[in-house]
């Protein structure tokens, strides 16, 4: 098989790891919507404790797989070559900004689950 193919192939097993990640931040996710009920109905400040700090765990490892598609879209744009297509150039170019957005709206919702003391910002995973 070519390089190419090769490093595809790469890519999609991290990927695949990468759906197990999610699969488990989505149950993180329905256990802290728990908390989060149990603190606005009865006022239990464990659950709110507990709440925040799974808030933070979720946007920790979102950050860090945010940061690995957006350093897989940088090393997208360095494998570029003259002769790739202006749509594949363009296309590509895209991706890094969406990649880069996306890290950046993972940096901004963990500072506010960090910040939101009093819960009165809803997050959540997208």
Do not use: H
């Not at 400040?45 to 979102?62: D, P, T």
């Not at 360095?78 to 900004?97: A, G």
């Amino acid at each position: 098989m070519s390089s190419d193919v090769d490093n595809k192939l790469k890519e999609i097993k991290i990927e695949n790891f990468i759906w197990f990640i999610y699969i488990g931040i989505i149950f993180l996710s329905w256990y802290s919507n728990y908390l989060e009920k149990n603190y606005f109905l009865y006022k239990n400040l464990e659950s709110k404790r507990k709440y925040r700090q799974i808030m933070i765990i979720i946007f920790s490892i979102l950050l860090v797989v945010y940061f690995y598609f957006l350093k897989s879209s940088l090393d997208d744009i360095k494998n570029l070559k003259p002769c790739d297509s202006k749509k594949k150039k363009d296309l590509t170019t895209l991706s890094l900004l969406g990649s880069l957005f996306i890290f950046l709206s993972g940096i901004i919702f963990l500072y506010i689950a960090y910040e939101d003391q009093d819960l009165d910002v809803e997050i959540a995973f997208n």
